[in-house]
C-alpha cells in the first residue's frame, strides 16, 4: 500500500507480506478480512522508514500482526527486544545480527491492554495467549520501530503486535479472523473513551 493509500482510521491495522519463499502470509489473509491494512515489507533496510510513515496519519492506536512459525493460538505480545538474529533472510536477501536501533534501550513495552486484548479474543472463540518475546525476526523489529517512533513524537497511543499460528493446521483463518476483529474491537472502544475524555476535559477548561 502506497503512502497516499494509507487508511484514515483510529486503529491503523498492519501486517507483513509473505516472505521465505512463501506466497502468502496468514497474517495479511487474516487482516485484509477486517478492511483496509498497511503491508509492511519484509525487509530490514526498508522497515524503519514503513513505520515512521504509519504515524503521519495520527492514528489512535497501531496493530501490527505477523506469522509464528510455532505458535498454536495467538500470541498477544507485550514487549519489544532491540535485537535482530535473523534466522532466515529477509525480502532483500539480508540476513542480520544487530540491535534494531543502535543505542536504543534493550527493551520496550507494548502500549495496548494486552490482557483486556487476550480475554476478547478469546471471548470471540479464537486462542490467545499472552507473550513476552516477539522473536528475532520482522515481527519484533516492527513493534519495537513503532514503539520508538512512538516515544520520539510523544503520542500516547496504543502499539501493539499480535502473532498468529503460521501452520493452517493449528488455526483455522476464520478463527484468526474473529480473535483480530475482537483485538480490534478493543483499541476502537479504548480510543473512543480516550477522544470523550479529552474533549470533556477541553470543555471544562473553555467554561473556566
Known sequence: MSRSDLPSRAVLVCAFEPFGG????RALLAARALGDVVVLPVSFARLPSAVRRLFRHRPS???LCGEHRRARAMHVERVARNRIAAGIAD?????PRRPVVR??????LATWPARAIAAAIRAAGARAELSNDAGDFACNAALYLALAERARRGHPIAV??????ADRRRMP????RRGLAAAVAVLEARSSTTSSAARRAGGRRSRR
Open 91 to 95: 525480502n532483500d536477501f539480508a540476513k
Open 61 to 63: 492506536a497501531i496493530l
Open 22 to 25: 512463501r506466497r502468502t502470509n
Open 173 to 176: 483463518i476464520a478463527e484468526i
Open 160 to 165: 501493539g503486535f499480535l502473532h498468529v499460528p
Open 103 to 108: 543505542g536504543g534501550p534493550m527493551l520496550r
